[in-house]
């Protein structure tokens, strides 16, 4: 069993639909959570940052965590289709380098 | 300000050929990474630099090994590819390494496929 693991999809919604996107964990030490957004052919890019539970809102996007369940999500209002892309999320732990665990990532289809 | 710069964007390779992946970073960070990405399999780590003059085996490393040329470049080297080595590798980097808030940057990365 991977420490981090999340559903490759693909996930395919209607413009303006709710999304949600999930990944549970293993590793309880874990208190860092990310999620980085990838377009097809480019390098991820760091979309939203929790520490430890609780919610973090930027824009269309809610980051939550649910450390009691090991389960972190992201949601997306008002989808466009700008937002498609693959969603991976990481995690890492305090303290010692950064290296944090990445899921596999979750591929998110918008269609008008 | 480029961020962080990858060459090649893509290259083919025989079984038995090596190569050197090439990376840059121009934001004075201290930490550089070098990923591997499978379909299927997310990002996987195959070595790092926390600093300038040290080096760290990542998840796999094996078929690799990396160069921290100085503070802004990091290689990669395969010294006798294998098709298993086909993949997209990126190239990331952080201010510091150590502090668990730090944010990696990742470059567009380079497709390599071994025949």
């Known amino acids: 069993q991977k420490e981090v693991e999340q559903d490759p999809g693909p996930l395919s919604v209607p413009e303006g639909a709710i999304v949600s996107l999930n990944c549970t964990y293993s590793?309880?030490?874990?208190?860092?959570f990310m999620w980085y957004r990838q377009y097809s052919r480019k390098g991820p890019e760091l979309l939203m940052y929790t520490y430890s539970s609780g919610n973090k809102e930027d824009g269309r996007f809610t980051a939550q965590v649910d450390k009691s369940s090991k389960y972190i999500s992201l949601f997306i209002r008002d989808s466009q289709p700008s937002d498609s892309a693959t969603y991976l999320c990481a995690m890492s732990t305090p303290g010692g380098s950064y290296i944090p665990t990445f899921g596999r990532g979750t591929s998110l289809i918008v269609h008008p | 300000n480029a961020g962080v710069t990858q060459t090649p964007k893509f290259q083919v390779l025989k079984t038995g050929q090596s190569m050197t992946l090439q990376c840059a970073q121009d934001?004075?960070?201290?930490?550089m990474y070098w990923y591997r990405q499978d379909p299927g399999m997310g990002l996987r780590l195959i070595y790092y630099?926390?600093?300038?003059?040290?080096?760290d085996k990542g998840e796999v490393p094996n078929g690799y090994n990396v160069s921290r040329l100085n503070k802004r470049e990091f290689s990669l080297r395969l010294e006798s590819a294998a098709p298993s080595q086909t993949s997209v590798y990126f190239c990331a980097s952080s201010a510091s390494g150590t502090v668990s808030t730090d944010t990696q940057y990742f470059g567009p990365g380079t497709r390599l496929t071994v025949l």
């Open positions: 934001m004075n960070h201290n930490s």
């Open positions: 590793n309880s030490a874990f208190q860092y």
């Open positions: 630099s926390a600093s300038e003059g040290t080096t």
